[in-house]
């Protein structure tokens, strides 16, 4: 599941993973990251996965890959919040997918993720 999490700026987007993702969690994704950048232009990412976090389904994988893809230059930055070595590497898998720095935060660095996030805004 992909919830949407309230920020203070129009400029951050930010999300809370958990369990298994699927086709059915990128319907509500990413028009909502569509229309964040259709009125701000380059924006900002916070993604959290939660400690159930099970990653993507085949389907939901592809729509990762698209959306990657249709949003290469679209994020200033990238903070992903986790708790697993296997969510660190997804964030450095990611690199070549986007123009964004992205950076990889454990879970009990939150807010250090929130603040490299807002940096500059």
Known sequence: ??????TD???????????KLHDADYSTFVPAVDAAV????????????????QGWN?????????????????????????????????AKIGR???SASIGYFDVSDVDVAWAWLREGL
């Open 1 to 6: 599941m992909i919830e949407q999490l309230q």
């Open 9 to 19: 700026s129009q400029k951050i987007l930010a999300f809370k993973l958990s369990g």
């Open 38 to 53: 259709a009125a701000e232009g380059e924006i900002r990412l916070f993604v959290q996965f939660e400690e159930g976090f």
């Open 58 to 90: 085949l389907h939901a994988a592809w729509d990762d890959v698209k959306f990657a893809a249709s949003h290469y230059s679209d994020f200033y930055r990238i903070a992903m919040v986790g708790d697993r070595k296997w969510e660190e590497w997804m």
């Open 96 to 98: 070549p997918f986007t």
